[in-house]
């Protein structure tokens, strides 16, 4: 059974959903997404590794916009 209809041209790195690329003529494969588990075992030894909580951390983090700041008052 198929995962999934999109390819992935290692090649040219675009995606197309035919089995063979468009630009180069490549045999397109299927993309492989991320493993993902909501259980995440991992989970508080990345965070640890990453430092996560700390200050330094919480700063490098996006902010939602520019009025962000200004909504929160």
Known sequence: M???KLQHC???DIY???PN???CGDI???PSPLKYSPEDP???RRRQR???GSDEWVESLPSAGKNAKEEED
Do not use: T
């Open 2 to 4: 198929v995962r999934s």
């Open 10 to 12: 290692v090649e040219c």
């Open 16 to 18: 197309g959903l035919g």
């Open 21 to 23: 690329c468009e630009k």
């Open 28 to 30: 397109m494969s299927p």
């Open 42 to 44: 991992q989970g508080a």
């Open 50 to 52: 990453q430092d996560a």
